[in-house]
């Protein structure tokens, strides 16, 4: 087998390879919770929630796929076993759990925010301990689309505290534990 020479060391390139992992696995969690809410969801948000799951379902398909092709690009394998996903992730199951909508959206947000920190985490690791700025730039080029698919939950959870006039509903209107948070 040839030798990798791409300007970076084994050593950095398996480190950058086991945060790719890492973000593989926390993204592979997300797409299972997002197609099971899409799913599970009932009730008067139904068709809005259906649709915009299976758009960020799409999109986290495709991140995953991206991640997994990254860590072929610097040598390493990925992993792709659910024993392996579920070891790695940071992200946790909700098993049996069927919550209602705002729940399920509010749940997902938490995910996505879950996945940005670690996210700049890694940025910053990829930069600085490994001095890889590709991954950094790609892994920076996800944690933009994860914020963005947060705000889009988190813009649902909030048109909640909308009144039907338009105004803003009072400020001791309380939240099931989570959300509006």
């Known amino acids: 087998m040839r030798k990798l020479n791409i300007g970076l060391t084994d050593e950095q390139r398996k480190g950058v390879t086991e945060l790719l992992n890492k973000d593989l696995s926390n993204t592979y969690l997300l797409i299972i919770k997002t197609k099971k809410y899409h799913w599970d969801v009932t009730g008067p948000e139904f068709r809005s929630l259906h649709q915009m799951w299976d758009e960020q379902y799409q999109i986290l398909s495709t991140n995953v796929d991206a991640i997994a092709e990254r860590v072929r690009m610097l040598g390493g394998f990925p992993i792709g076993t659910a024993e392996e996903f579920l070891k790695y992730s940071s992200i946790k199951e909700h098993s049996g759990d069927v919550p209602p909508s705002d729940h399920m959206v509010s749940n997902l947000v938490d995910d996505h925010e879950q996945i940005i920190?670690?996210?700049?985490?890694?940025?910053?690791?990829?930069?600085?301990k490994f001095h890889d700025e590709g991954t950094a730039d790609f892994l920076t080029g996800l944690m933009e689309g994860h914020e963005e698919m947060a705000w889009m939950l988190r813009?649902?959870?909030?048109?909640?505290a909308i009144k039907p006039d338009?105004?803003?509903a009072p400020a001791n209107l309380?939240?099931?534990a989570g959300v509006g948070s």
Do not use: A, N, T, Y
């Open 117 to 128: 920190r670690g996210l700049r985490e890694h940025i910053d690791q990829c930069s600085e």
């Open 155 to 160: 813009s649902f959870i909030e048109g909640k």
């Open 166 to 168: 338009g105004q803003q």
């Open 174 to 176: 309380k939240f099931p």
